[in-house]
């Protein structure tokens, strides 16, 4: 996928610094991986999941920001706590130096992943917003969405129902975003179709219900159609249960 090519998870198991809004001092916490729009970190501490975090982060000299972030999810390990944290407000130049750490400290695995990016340019494949060119997107918002909703590939079922025509449907999602979701149905929904739209994730919990509106539509296979919704409104707790239910 586009984003992920761009935007690589580096594997980098690296002894930092954190420091929570309002907490005294800086906290000692290991990096497994970090990119652009996350990080992996283990804390001494429990961090609450599905909610807002302010944060300095530490990873050497030269790098150091601030940011937020979102706790997307947490796991117990050896003792110690585990956080998956979503960027929700990061710089230009806080990238630039996490790409400047990644190139001084990880300098093979970034050229493992360049020679990777070059082999995948054999087979041309669509990028954007949902696997759709830019240029069929349109808009300076929807580009910005791009560049701060990442995208998961998940396989949940999924029900939806067509406002216009009230009619239900069933599908399976391909990716899905705090922001948008992509599913394969077995009828085509023409753009500007609004949908009430309900996923079943494996969490034991209620279906995640959202509302959206399609954007686009486009044959895949027979009598299959990938379709791909921009949501009302950016849902990070219903992300969270997503990642958790992957």
Not at 10 to 39: M, T, Y
Not at 157 to 186: C, H, M, W
Not at 206 to 226: C, D, F, I, K, M
């Amino acid at each position: 996928m586009a984003d992920h090519r761009s935007c690589p998870r580096w594997q980098v198991n690296w002894r930092g610094q954190l420091k929570l809004e309002g907490s005294p001092e800086h906290a000692c916490c290991d990096l497994r991986d970090i990119n652009f729009k996350g990080v992996g970190v283990c804390l001494d501490e429990k961090l609450p999941v599905d909610t807002s975090v302010k944060l300095h982060l530490c990873l050497s000299q030269d790098c150091k920001f601030e940011l937020e972030a979102w706790v997307a999810w947490h796991k117990h390990i050896e003792g110690r706590h585990m956080h998956g944290l979503y960027f929700t407000k990061i710089k230009d130049s806080d990238k630039e130096s996490i790409h400047q750490f990644i190139q001084g400290y990880f300098k093979e695995q970034m050229r493992q992943k360049l020679r990777e990016g070059i082999s995948q340019t054999i087979t041309p494949k669509p990028i954007g917003w949902f696997g759709v060119p830019p240029a069929a997107e349109g808009g300076e918002k929807m580009a910005e969405d791009r560049r701060i909703f990442e995208r998961f590939p998940v396989t949940f079922p999924l029900r939806y129902l067509d406002l216009r025509q009230n009619r239900e449907g069933g599908a399976k999602t391909a990716d899905i975003s705090a922001k948008g979701v992509s599913f394969v149905s077995n009828e085509e929904l023409p753009p500007q179709t609004s949908l009430e739209i309900w996923i079943e994730i494996p969490d034991k919990g209620e279906p995640l219900y959202t509302r959206g509106e399609v954007v686009w539509s486009a044959p895949q296979g027979v009598n299959e159609y990938r379709v791909g919704v921009n949501l009302e409104k950016a849902d990070l707790m219903g992300l969270s249960r997503v990642l958790r239910g992957m």
